[in-house]
């Protein structure tokens, strides 16, 4: 799968379980939807949301009248250390912001619009689905990532010394703060890759990294597929 599907669904009152290799957003419609992972088990309707992380088990049945709206995300769109973050899935209030996305999707899926715009969107909220109130240090990346980050510089935020605050840093993250940030980068990337005619040395200087070589090793290292490869498959 190299693009979201994004659809309605309805859901059948029989209990079913299972796992799929590709993330999955549910937002309501009408009716309710029970579900239960490892570590969360919630009533779905018209006041939540929910995401499920690729190869997350869950159970599930629906009331006799319900409608959802659906989308299946690959996992090459999604951050893993996002989703180790995320792993049993994670719900949110259904609040104005999510109503007005909801519009957008439903406008871009019964006008059967092509795939990319519902990518473009899904990068669009994605922030909203992974953002969470983070240390001081890990807000401080989340806004200078396309800079030199000093490691003594987060360490000092955190009132650590640099040892300590790199195990602390893999300890709360499942991953360095090089590995975080370069995911960060590939992220940003992605969004310029799809949303814009920007050459891959533009990008790759935009997001951090002054040769397209050094930029193309990390993307390949994360995504398995070089920035061009990667343009071609979704960008249609």
């Not at 602390?168 to 960060?184: C, D, G, V």
Request: hydrophobic share 35%; with cysteine.
């Amino acid at each position: 799968m190299n693009n979201i599907k994004c659809e309605r669904r309805i859901y059948n009152f029989k209990i079913s379980t299972h796992a799929h290799e590709y993330g999955q957003l549910i937002l309501p419609l009408h009716g309710t939807l029970s579900i239960e992972t490892d570590y969360k088990k919630l009533k779905l309707k018209d006041d939540s949301l929910f995401f499920l992380p690729p190869d997350c088990k869950h159970t599930f049945n629906a009331d006799n009248n319900n409608e959802f709206l659906v989308l299946d995300i690959p996992d090459k769109m999604l951050n893993k250390y996002d989703m180790q973050k995320m792993c049993g899935g994670r719900d949110f209030l259904f609040d104005e912001k999510w109503k007005a996305i909801r519009y957008l999707l439903l406008n871009e899926t019964d006008v059967k619009r092509n795939s990319n715009s519902i990518n473009n969107l899904f990068l669009y909220f994605y922030d909203f689905m992974t953002t969470d109130n983070s240390p001081n240090s890990i807000q401080y990346i989340n806004e200078n990532f396309t800079e030199n980050i000093d490691l003594k510089k987060l360490a000092d935020i955190e009132h650590y010394n640099v040892s300590y605050y790199s195990e602390w840093f893999k300890h709360n993250m499942n991953a360095s703060p090089i590995e975080y940030i370069q995911n960060l980068r590939v992220k940003r990337s992605k969004e310029l890759l799809l949303n814009t005619d920007l050459t891959i040395l533009q990008i790759s200087q935009m997001v951090g990294y002054e040769h397209n070589s050094s930029f193309t090793k990390v993307f390949k290292q994360l995504e398995k597929i070089s920035p061009a490869e990667f343009r071609r498959n979704f960008k249609k």
